[in-house]
């Protein structure tokens, strides 16, 4: 499994799926309150570098996930935004 690294602090567990190895999950919330206190970033410029820097790094299968906290209402939005 492979480990964002600096964000050891923000790990929330495993995250499994059908007929895939199991990879690391860690709490965007937390990963971007890190990068704001360990750097000179406002949390719009974290969120932006999160999104272009980490959430999209694919390094193959062991790629780390990230979980977000949404509402059903939230994900009702995003059905039908698609």
């Not at 919330?29 to 000179?40: A, F, I, M, R, Y």
């Amino acid at each position: 499994m492979l480990r964002a690294d600096g964000f050891n602090g923000a790990i929330m567990g495993l995250m499994e799926r059908a007929g895939q190895d199991p990879v690391i999950l860690y709490d965007t919330d937390k990963v971007l309150k890190l990068l704001v206190e360990d750097s000179d970033m406002s949390y719009e410029e974290a969120e932006e570098f999160f999104r272009f820097n980490i959430l999209a790094a694919w390094v193959g299968e062991d790629t780390p996930a990230f979980f977000r906290k949404a509402s059903l209402e939230e994900l009702d939005e995003m059905e039908v935004s698609k």
